[in-house]
């Protein structure tokens, strides 16, 4: 959620951590923060974007070493106070977090008995305090004060600080909320998300759950919770500049729908062979055995990736005969727990550090299950702790609403349940050789949508300023439905609804008359004459269609108001092609509504609190 960013090394730190917080605004955008140190702490920070921190920083900000914050709050409001960094009592320290300290009324409690005094209503300034504590006690390590802090501390922490009496070092500590070391020469970073380092070095290292890290210019340790050092992998950052950045287009979500058919072209390649019907996912062959026998997939995930997990069960349950749970991974934990041995959990997320989703994968995993992740961010903290998993490989996703990833997350999802039917004996090596060769087409497909976007546009302007939506689907495009309704209102904050078609009339139907846009997905053959009879319903109570369909579907065209012609495709692939239309719809209708597209208020891209 709130983006954290530290530099220790020659050069002014106040720049390089402005630019970190600038590419890590998307995670967190209520206020932003810096400390440095040049002799003393120079702390900045407050209420508003990064922009406003640059300004108010102007030139002055001196030191070589410093840590930065962009803030998502969980306690206490957005406002000057509450913005991290946070400082000790006696000024002489200042401290970054993200995560949520679960006992910090307690420490509080305990620290105003020892005379601390709180000028803010955050979770973290307790952690600063209750340091500073320590190290009254014994000024010898800041790192052994910080220890003795965080056994104190429930909850969960990504932390970064410095202090003036420590000039050399910045301690970073981590359970629960992502941190990494980005490596230099001479120099060193610290960040919450590699996109903050990618400009200056592309060696990284992982800091799991539990470890703390002293870090100086030159060098860093890594020591685990029971305080044994170890060695940890430097890992090859595989980022480039251009791909977060936003490349000319307005807006970063703009960019990745439009980047769609190359994140499934990526994400198909070397994967694929249509001519001999076969399917390869390095990531999951050493454990097909147990996936070709499992009782039952339990797919958990949260937003966008629990609609692509809804699609997923269409298409294992069609492809592979397997039944299929969906989860939110929010309420999984909270249910009888029935998974076990023999059953496969695969958890799907954009950016694998989701908070939900990863304590389902632990719970799952701690009762026998194998779990299986479907993760773009490589080297997060899903896609490490799974057993095994697929990248989807879309590249960054920055914008806060979820676009390429969706169309990926479904791609791979698609691959998994083509390989696991091949395995099964479910489909045929014919027919896989035809749903690959239709598959390998879906780039092409998505382009020529993202070729006629006036159309969109168009719709786009008539109804901007409707105070509702709602979206229909049946089969696969019902997920889509979905996704569709969260698109809108996630940037545009209308609201909107997804439904199954046929569930309307069984309450929804109650809200439609001429003031609603109803978009239809009438995408799939097999349920096309069911669909027309909905339109219908919907029409006699005036409602307003906005269909998207194939040219194949020309019914559903005369009877719309609206129809958005999507090229055909077989049922199985049809919300790849779908939901196009409708993130375009939204953005526009965000865009004429003069919303921040990129950065919805209320939202982080990676929610990392449960
Ligand atoms: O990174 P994840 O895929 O785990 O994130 C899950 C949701 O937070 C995410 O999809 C969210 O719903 C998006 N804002 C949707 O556009």
Same mark, same amino acid.
């Given at each position: 959620?709130?983006?954290?960013?530290?530099?220790?090394?020659?050069?002014?730190?106040?720049?390089?951590?402005?630019?970190?917080?600038?590419?890590?605004?998307?995670?967190?955008?209520?206020?932003?923060?810096?400390?440095?140190?040049?002799?003393?702490?120079?702390?900045?920070?407050?209420?508003?974007?990064?922009?406003?921190?640059?300004?108010?920083?102007?030139?002055?900000?001196?030191?070589?070493?410093?840590?930065?914050?962009?803030?998502?709050?969980?306690?206490?409001?957005?406002?000057?106070?509450?913005?991290?960094?946070?400082?000790?009592?006696?000024?002489?320290?200042?401290?970054?977090?993200?995560?949520?300290?679960?006992?910090?009324?307690?420490?509080?409690?305990?620290?105003?008995?020892?005379?601390?005094?709180?000028?803010?209503?955050?979770?973290?300034?307790?952690?600063?305090?209750?340091?500073?504590?320590?190290?009254?006690?014994?000024?010898?390590?800041?790192?052994?004060?910080?220890?003795?802090?965080?056994?104190?501390?429930?909850?969960?922490?990504?932390?970064?600080?410095?202090?003036?009496?420590?000039?050399?070092?910045?301690?970073?500590?981590?359970?629960?909320?992502?941190?990494?070391?980005?490596?230099?020469?001479?120099?060193?970073?610290?960040?919450?998300?590699?996109?903050?380092?990618?400009?200056?070095?592309?060696?990284?290292?992982?800091?799991?759950?539990?470890?703390?890290?002293?870090?100086?210019?030159?060098?860093?340790?890594?020591?685990?919770?029971?305080?044994?050092?170890?060695?940890?992998?430097?890992?090859?950052?595989?980022?480039?500049?251009?791909?977060?950045?936003?490349?000319?287009?307005?807006?970063?979500?703009?960019?990745?729908?439009?980047?769609?058919?190359?994140?499934?072209?990526?994400?198909?390649?070397?994967?694929?062979?249509?001519?001999?019907?076969?399917?390869?996912?390095?990531?999951?062959?050493?454990?097909?055995?147990?996936?070709?026998?499992?009782?039952?997939?339990?797919?958990?995930?949260?937003?966008?990736?629990?609609?692509?997990?809804?699609?997923?069960?269409?298409?294992?349950?069609?492809?592979?005969?397997?039944?299929?749970?969906?989860?939110?991974?929010?309420?999984?934990?909270?249910?009888?727990?029935?998974?076990?041995?023999?059953?496969?959990?695969?958890?799907?997320?954009?950016?694998?550090?989701?908070?939900?989703?990863?304590?389902?994968? &632990? +719970?799952?995993?701690?009762?026998?299950?194998?779990?299986? /992740?479907?993760?773009?961010? !490589?080297? $997060? #903290?899903? @896609? &490490? +702790?799974?057993?095994?998993?697929?990248?989807?490989?879309? /590249?960054?996703?920055?914008? !806060?609403? $979820? #676009?390429? @990833?969706?169309?990926?997350?479904?791609?791979?999802?698609?691959?998994?349940?083509?390989?696991?039917?091949?395995?099964?004996?479910?489909?045929?090596?014919?027919?896989?050789?035809?749903?690959?060769?239709?598959?390998?087409?879906?780039?092409?497909?998505?382009?020529?949508?993202?070729?006629?976007?006036?159309?969109?546009?168009?719709?786009?302007?008539?109804?901007?300023?409707?105070?509702?939506?709602?979206?229909?689907?049946?089969?696969?495009?019902?997920?889509?439905?979905?996704?569709?309704?969260?698109?809108?209102?996630?940037?545009?904050?209308?609201?909107?609804?997804?439904?199954?078609?046929?569930?309307?009339?069984?309450?929804?139907?109650?809200?439609?008359?001429?003031?609603?846009?109803?978009?239809?997905?009438?995408?799939?053959?097999?349920?096309?004459?069911?669909?027309?009879?909905?339109?219908?319903?919907?029409?006699?109570?005036?409602?307003?269609?906005?269909?998207?369909?194939?040219?194949?579907?020309?019914?559903?065209?005369?009877?719309?108001?609206?129809?958005?012609?999507?090229?055909?495709?077989?049922?199985?692939?049809?919300?790849?092609?779908?939901?196009?239309?409708?993130?375009?719809?939204?953005?526009?209708?965000?865009?004429?509504?003069?919303?921040?597209?990129?950065?919805?208020?209320?939202?982080?891209?990676?929610?990392?609190?449960?």
């Amino acid at each position: 959620m709130c983006g954290i960013v530290g530099y220790i090394g020659n050069k002014q730190a106040s720049k390089i951590i402005i630019d970190g917080l600038k590419r890590l605004e998307y995670r967190g955008y209520d206020s932003a923060g810096i400390a440095t140190l040049n002799g003393k702490i120079q702390l900045n920070k407050g209420k508003g974007k990064v922009a406003n921190l640059e300004k108010m920083i102007g030139d002055s900000q001196n030191g070589s070493i410093g840590i930065g914050h962009t803030r998502w709050a969980t306690h206490g409001e957005p406002n000057d106070i509450n913005s991290h960094p946070h400082i000790s009592q006696n000024g002489k320290l200042a401290l970054v977090h993200n995560g949520i300290i679960e006992n910090y009324n307690t420490l509080k409690k305990k620290l105003n008995d020892q005379g601390y005094e709180f000028y803010s209503e955050t979770d973290t300034e307790v952690v600063a305090k209750l340091i500073e504590s320590f190290l009254e006690k014994d000024s010898s390590s800041l790192k052994k004060a910080v220890q003795l802090a965080l056994h104190q501390v429930t909850g969960t922490y990504g932390i970064a600080l410095v202090h003036s009496d420590f000039p050399d070092q910045i301690i970073v500590a981590r359970k629960g909320s992502p941190l990494l070391l980005g490596v230099g020469d001479g120099e060193m970073l610290i960040a919450s998300d590699a996109s903050a380092v990618a400009a200056y070095t592309d060696k990284v290292v992982y800091l799991d759950d539990g470890e703390i890290a002293v870090i100086t210019k030159d060098d860093y340790t890594v020591e685990s919770s029971d305080q044994v050092e170890l060695t940890k992998e430097i890992h090859e950052l595989a980022l480039s500049l251009e791909e977060i950045e936003k490349g000319g287009y307005d807006h970063f979500m703009l960019k990745e729908i439009f980047e769609q058919p190359k994140a499934i072209s990526d994400c198909l390649r070397g994967r694929i062979n249509a001519e001999e019907g076969t399917i390869t996912l390095g990531g999951i062959e050493n454990v097909m055995d147990q996936l070709v026998n499992a009782n039952r997939i339990v797919i958990a995930a949260c937003g966008t990736s629990w609609h692509s997990g809804l699609v997923g069960e269409y298409l294992f349950e069609y492809l592979a005969k397997v039944p299929v749970e969906v989860e939110y991974a929010s309420e999984f934990r909270y249910k009888e727990q029935l998974i076990g041995e023999g059953d496969v959990m695969i958890v799907i997320s954009q950016s694998g550090e989701t908070a939900d989703t990863l304590a389902a994968l &632990r +719970e799952a995993q701690s009762r026998g299950a194998l779990v299986l /992740g479907v993760v773009n961010v !490589v080297g $997060s #903290t899903i @896609a &490490r +702790e799974t057993d095994a998993g697929v990248y989807i490989h879309a /590249g960054p996703e920055i914008g !806060v609403a $979820s #676009t390429k @990833a969706f169309t990926a997350q479904v791609t791979v999802l698609t691959l998994m349940a083509i390989r696991l039917g091949l395995e099964k004996g479910t489909i045929k090596k014919e027919e896989a050789q035809k749903l690959i060769k239709e598959l390998a087409l879906i780039p092409s497909k998505i382009e020529s949508i993202l070729e006629n976007t006036d159309h969109i546009e168009h719709i786009s302007r008539l109804f901007s300023y409707a105070p509702n939506f709602l979206y229909l689907g049946r089969s696969y495009s019902f997920p889509v439905a979905l996704e569709g309704a969260l698109k809108l209102k996630e940037i545009s904050y209308i609201h909107a609804e997804g439904y199954p078609a046929a569930e309307m009339k069984h309450g929804p139907i109650a809200l439609i008359d001429e003031m609603m846009p109803v978009v239809v997905i009438a995408a799939t053959h097999h349920t096309n004459d069911k669909m027309i009879s909905n339109i219908e319903e919907v029409k006699a109570r005036k409602g307003r269609i906005i269909a998207i369909t194939t040219s194949e579907n020309g019914e559903v065209s005369d009877l719309a108001e609206f129809s958005t012609i999507i090229p055909a495709t077989m049922d199985v692939f049809s919300p790849l092609l779908s939901v196009i239309p409708l993130q375009l719809l939204s953005y526009y209708v965000a865009v004429n509504r003069g919303c921040n597209v990129d950065q919805p208020r209320n939202l982080a891209k990676s929610v990392t609190v449960e």
